[in-house]
Every structure is written in C-alpha cells, then in structure tokens.
C-alpha cells in the first residue's frame, strides 16, 4: 500500500499548502493512507478541533501531535472523542488521548499508526524504545496488521536512528519529525523498514523553523525580553515521505520524498508504476 | 567560483570514501576551494596530525572541526603549526590554534572560512551570532575577500537556520555540521547567502550517525555500562554542498548537495557549465 | 560593614516575611546595607515597580533579579529608572537596565553589587567568568569600594563553587541563589570571600521551591497538560546570609546564616558584638 | 530507631573523613542503621570492591551510588555479590545489580533502603516517582518493615522537593544527594517523612564539589583542553542526616543535621537523650 506521511505543519502557510496539494496527490499518487503530523498548525503551537476537521476534510487519515500536544486548551477535551488524533504513546498512563490506533484504508486493510516522542534534548517521557516494544507485541506486520507507521518526535538524530535501526524489520516505516527540517536519507533500510531521520515542515521555508525569523533571530541574539514567535505567512512548502509497503510482508519496498512548493528544492512526484 | 564543503568525515569510512571521490570530483566538478570537516576523522573523535595531511594530500584546502576539536591529545600543539587547520571561534580566548583563516585558491582569489560553534544543546561558548559578526567586519564580500564561507557546527535546527538568516547577504554561505544528516534544504537564501541546514556525514550511514548500531542502541535502552562506541566499518557514502557563487559580489548563484557511494539516494554529479 | 543579602523572595508569603523581620533585623544586627534578590516576588515570576517600591520601604537597599527578571512585561522600562533594580550582568549589550551599581551606605561608604548568571543547566548568557573579570576592574577593595558584592544566580553547585574560587580574595562575598534552598556551607573562603553555594529562598518551605507542591508534583509525574504553578500561601521563612567586611581591606570576617520564621529550623540571631 | 545517612563521599579525603569518625559516632549516637553514597569514592569517580569493603568495616550498613555507579569497570560484577551495595533502581530492567534492599539492624528491625535517581538535568531514566510507588508497595510502614529510607539522588531542587512532598508520610525519609553540598533545610513534613534536600559531600570543601579548583574553574572559563579533574586531597568533612524513626509507624520524629570535620561550621552532635 501506498501511505503518505506529511511532517509538521506550521501555521496558516502549512495548513494552506496541505490543503492546496494534498487532494491531487491523494488522486495522482494512489494514496491508501495519510499521515500528517499537526502540533504546530494552531498558529505555531497546537492544533484545534476545527483544525483536525480540516485535516480530515482534505484527505488526512491520521493525524499526530508532538511535544506540543497540549498548547491548545481546547484540544485536550478532544482527544477522548477523536480516535484520529494522536500524541506521543510514551507520556505517562493517564495522560489524555491514545499514542496509536488501528485504521482501516478504503479497501479494509489494517494500518497501525504509533507516535512515540524522543528524549534526548526532549522531556524525560517513557522509553521510547521499550514503550513501542511493548504496545507493538500484539501486532504481526502482514498478519494482524498490513502496516506500522512509528511517527518518532525526536530532535536527536542518534536517537531518531537508533530506534529505525533497533526497529528494522519489525514495523514497515519509521518517520520522524520536530526537527522542522526535511533531512536527504530517506531509504528503507536493510531489513525493510523504511526511515527518514526527519521528514521536514510543511509550512514557510523563509523563517526559523517555520516562525518569523526576526524574532527568532532575537532570542539568540538577545536573550531579553522580545517580541512573541509567530508563524511566517508565506508561501509554503509541502514535505513528507512517500512510503510504498508490500501487503504480504507488511515491510517497505520503496520510499520517495515530496517536497512540493515555494522555498525548497521541489521533488516532482515520483515516478512509480 | 566553486567551493565544495564535505560534512563531518566519521572513521575509516568516511575517509576512505574522501580520499578515493575527492581527486577527481575536484577535477570533474572544477572545484576551486575544498573545506572538510574533520572532528571525527579518527576513529569517531577528533582528528590527528597525520589524517590532516592525508585530507590536504587528496584535496582538502581547510580543515574544520567541532566539539571534538580536542579529543585526540596529539593535535593540540598541532593547532598552532598547521593554519588551513581550523577549530570553532567562539571558544574564549586562548583555545588552542584559530578559529578563522584567509586562502588562496590557485588562481590567487581570497577565501575566508571561519568556523563557529552553536549553543542550543551543546556547551555554553561566545555567543555565535555577536562573535561572528565582530570578526567578519574587516573583510568585505567581493572586495579584500572573493568568497565568506562559514562552517556553523550546531545541534538545533532553529539555531543554524536563526544564525543563516541573520547573514544571508553577508557571506557566501552557511553550512552547517555536526547532525551527520544531511538535509534536503540546501538552497540560496533570498539575499543571497548559499544555506543547508547540514551537509551531514562521510561515512557508513547504516549506522547511528556514523557509529556501530548495536553499543549506540544499547545506550539509549539500557543506560548502564555498555561496549563503547565504535566507527561502522562499512562502505562510505560522501556528503557535502557545493557552492557556486559571485567572484564580483561575493555571493552564492547556485548549490547542489553531493551524495555519492554508500548507504542514501545518490545526487550525481550536478550539470552544471 | 554589615551586609545582608536575601535570597529569593517567593509571593505573598516570601514578601510578607520580609516585610514583617527586616526593619528589626537592620536595626537589631546594626545592618549597613540589604541586598535582595525579588525575581519571583510577583506571585512567583518577575517583580513589579510596585513590589520593589515596596521592598525598599522596609528597608532593602538593592534588588537583584535573575532568570526571571523579564517575567513582567511591567518591570522593563522600569530598570531603566531604578538604579537600586539590578538583572544579570551578562546577558549581551542592550539587554534593559544594568548588572551593578555602586551604592553608598548611610555613612557613605561605597558597596560595589553585581549581578551574574551561572549558564550550567540554564541559559547560555556571557561566560559569567570573564565578564565578571572585567566589569570588577575598575574597582579596589578596600580602594574606592568597601566592599564588592557578587550575586551569583546560578543551578549547578560546581559552577557556583567554581566562581567562588575563582574570586576568593578578590570581592568581599559571592553569595548565590536560584535553587531556593538555603545551603549550609556559608563560610569565609581561605583568602577572605564571603561564599554560600545558595542562600535559599525567602517563601513557604511547605512547597516545591516555593510554589503550591500539587501542581508541581503533577507536572514531574504526569507530563501532561495541568495546573499552573502558583505560590505556597502558608507562613514564610526568611532566608539570607549576614557578611561582615572589613573596611580596610574590603574582605570578609565573618558570616552567619540567617533563617527565621516558619518551615525551617531556625538560625535565631548570631551574637555579634 | 536511629540511622545516619552519609552525603556522596569525595576520594581518599571523604574516605578518611568517614573512616575515622564513622565509628565513634555508632557508639556515641547509638546508631542502628548507617547508609552512605560512595559515587564518588574511588578518586572521585565511582567505587571498587575494596573501597566497598573498607566503608563495610568502619560501621556502613548500606551503600548506594548513584550517576557514577558504572565508572569502576571491576564494580560491575560485584553489584551482583554484594547485596549490601544498591544503585538507582529506576535504570532500566536489566542493569546490573538491585535499587532496593531489606536489611536486618542488630536487633533484627527491618529497613527498606531504596535508591532513585532524578531525571531534571540528568539521564532519562524512568519515571522516580513512579517507580517509587512501585516497588514500595509490598511494604508497610511499621509493619513488615520498621523504616523506609528512600536515596533521591537528583540536580534539581524543585524534583527533590516534589518526590518528598509526594511521599510524606509514606516513607520514613527522604534524603538526597549528588549536588555534593549540604542543604539548610533538614526538617520532618508535616506528615511525617524526613526530608533534606542534599546530605552533602564527605571530602574536602576548599574545592569544586570535592575536587581540585584550578581543573575545575579551567573547565567552566577556558571550555578547552584541559587538566583532568582529580579530587582534592585536603582534610576532610563528614556531612550526613541522623534521623530518629518511630518503631510502632516508621515515621520519623525528629532530624538532626551532622557536619563534622574541616572546611564547614561544624554542629556538634545532636543532644538527644
Ligand atoms: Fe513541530
Ligand atoms: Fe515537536
Ligand atoms: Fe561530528
Ligand atoms: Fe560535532
Ligand atoms: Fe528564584
Ligand atoms: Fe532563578
Ligand atoms: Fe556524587
Ligand atoms: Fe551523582
């Protein structure tokens, strides 16, 4: 199956360019399943109920959250009703919401969808590794489940790389984001597990990871007080991870970025048959 | 003219993959100017007097390092002998050899490297952003220097991107190290400063940034006394950005990341005439 | 001289304390000059013109503030009028307000306070070292300042310890808060430097540094979205450090640990004669 | 009953200092139980079965650890021969070794000793507070166990004060380490559990944290190669907590702070009859 992960969208410009794109390439890539990762689309902190909705609305089957999870008060309600909407699996038992879910594309296969957040330079969650070790068990990649997504949160790249390579064979893709950039080693790795380090922003590439960089600049510069962070409101760009998995395995046989739109170097679509 | 930068070369890997590309992608790609950074050229911490002269005997004009300037006891005093080896800025005064150099490529232009180190995450040295720009002041871009090519080592993305904002226009470019990813954002920024949020690593990327897998997992799940980390051994892959720019002002026209051998998607040669 | 420094005060509770002992204890222990540091006066974060006022009525002749200086938004213009309000001294040019000021007692002896952040586990400011150094030039002990006082604001104990030796002997006292617990190692350093790794918080003890214990159990537990942190309300303690210098040279005799008021055991006054 | 707990002992001074006081204060204090944190015993870092043995011979009852616990490699095995040696029992399942132990005092009580180590400005480990609940469940205060001494071995006040507060009333006490600087604060909560935030170090206080300055301001100021830390050789001084338990409810009546030796205002010992 074909499933589409989208990195964090930041503010208006992301949510502008998901929306704008997202619908054809559903059509023109023969999407099954999409992710998209919401934690900044509130204005750069969080995400809404009618935010979700809009995601929903425009081809998202899933969304996740991140370290940003409970900017908006609003959400936190919204996480009992909205089994679509995920945070990290590895905060605390009792915290709101689910860290995975199990859904079905339209032909009835079965995606298991984890998000699971990172510690190093992060707060000091659950495991990660003996988290997912542990909420995977009952899942048998090609058996129970078609796929497994694992969305890692995470700003480290060894951490994001030792989870993929602890995890190779045993989930169909590790994709990660946070880090707001896209990073260039998408791949599947040796034992079929498709990985990207960070599958970037979808939001306004002419900024500080999304947000206006003046004020950005500021607190390194400056570290007094200053103006508030807010997110840059140009033209976006869209970013994710195109993963292709075998039914039978549940593994990954190809992945391709997607960089589409103002500010980065554009991918094109795959060319894939 | 034309500056390639290499990323950080990790193990035997990584310099064996630069010692057997670099001859020829400098005669093939034209390259003027050559900047590698070297900090975990020795076995995955810092770097030796001998593996300095093997990089400039294949084709290193500069070496850069990092947090692991100092790892290796032998190449402190070597600091203040060899000038094309560099070390970030913004330690405090009186670190060990220089945190800058002005070169001259073969046709006589000037070329100022200057490498300077990030915060966020990492030790607290000289504010980057005020360090730098005290010490850029003398030269002007297109002017006493043809070319400004700053190496930032850093950990956060929003760091890298805060500080190449806050240039874009003054130097040729910021490229940036120490994630051992590359990113897929490599582009000239809208004043025009050549930027990539990393270059990422010349090494074996099936890996944990560039360290056997199994004792770097292990680190992360079991957090007791582990096997030390050592270099992945396997086939190299090389990353870097090359950098076209301006002799008349200075500035970046074009870049296109390299990633050639092992391990990612390769890039090929870019076309350029 | 007599000098007195208090360390963080911490709301209603921390405030009313201060105001209810000070005015006896400058008369009781012939108090020459009161130094306090108010940076979570204000219901736990910043302070206000108003606070300070306050604090100066009852007879605190200099305030420090700390990482919390610009929680107000109120208070900043303010450092530029209130020469008694002090912040960090190293955070870069241009930040509000000063880091020192030369005060004189009421029989016009000079004090020298400065104001410097520790950056281990905290914000990367100026080295705290050197811009110490440089900033305490101008001055001699016992020349034309009787006494030099050093606010160290600060996390790590090995930071603090390791600035305190660095100016034995060259300021009349290094006296430390930020963790909110009084340490008990208030001492004379070998060459004549007052020192307390912290001199603890004036507040509620009954509390996690000062604020409601609920709230913060639950944020260390839970991780999840929760109540704000507000201040302890119960009877507060106070907390500081007595120093007497000696004018002729500026160094420091002697130094009692103060604590009086609920939570703690009290210290009751040193009998000085 | 009456147990001393003794603070993270520094090198040979903090070794001697214990060595040479710790039986006569058995005697003269009528201790029952003796706890003490040997992290950094072995020149500051870690402990070896010898040293081990040696506190065992002058009155140790337990011995914890804490970040330092796997500095010694020949340690490691013997954490599974000697149950008298306990590290933090929230590292992950697998570490060598046990976090918690019952132990007999001569007259046959039980005391449940558990070691836990804090998570703010350290390792990720799991969750302390958590873990606590876990693994004390199967024993009752004044039950099946006549005391509960909890090691939090943590940075950060406000964790230290927040796992206390949490407990109170739960355990017979709270006492913490690692910042190697006694804490003021040494109190009974109001429902019952000893508490101090830090035992302090047994070592030598005109240093950095128990080693020598010079190394270790070089570290914070010069951020370059350095000399390596070594401890400081002076004489030394004992810091601890003695706290008197009630037999028929394991929780404590009262605390007394010990500070013996050289460098600190000594308190003499506790008149209790
Ligand atoms: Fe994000
Ligand atoms: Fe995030
Ligand atoms: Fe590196
Ligand atoms: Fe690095
Ligand atoms: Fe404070
Ligand atoms: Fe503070
Ligand atoms: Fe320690
Ligand atoms: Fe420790």
Redesign the interface.
Known sequence: MRILYLGDVVGRSGRDVVAGRLPRLRRELKLDFVICCGENAAHGFGITPRICDDFFNVGVDVLTTGNHA?DQ?EI?PHFAKESRLLRPIN??P???GAGLGVFSDARGRQVLVVQVMG???M?????P??TLDQVIRPYRLGGNVAAIVVDFHA?????K???A??YDGRVSAVVCGH?????????V??KGTAFQ??A?MCGD?????GMK?PA??D???????GERLSPADGPGCLCGLLIETDDATGKARRVA?L?MGA???ETGLPHWH
Do not use: N
Request: glycine share 6%.
């Open positions: 409970w008060r936190i905060f605390p009792g915290a709101p510690r190093l330079f707060d000091a969650l659950d495991c590794f003996r700003e480290a790249t060894s951490e790389q030792a989870l390579m602890a880090t707001h950039v896209p990073s260039a080693d998408a791949r790795l040796p380090t960070d970037g590439y002419t900024s500080v990871i960089a950005a600049i607190r390194f510069v400056r570290k007094g007080p970025p960089r500010g980065l170097a």
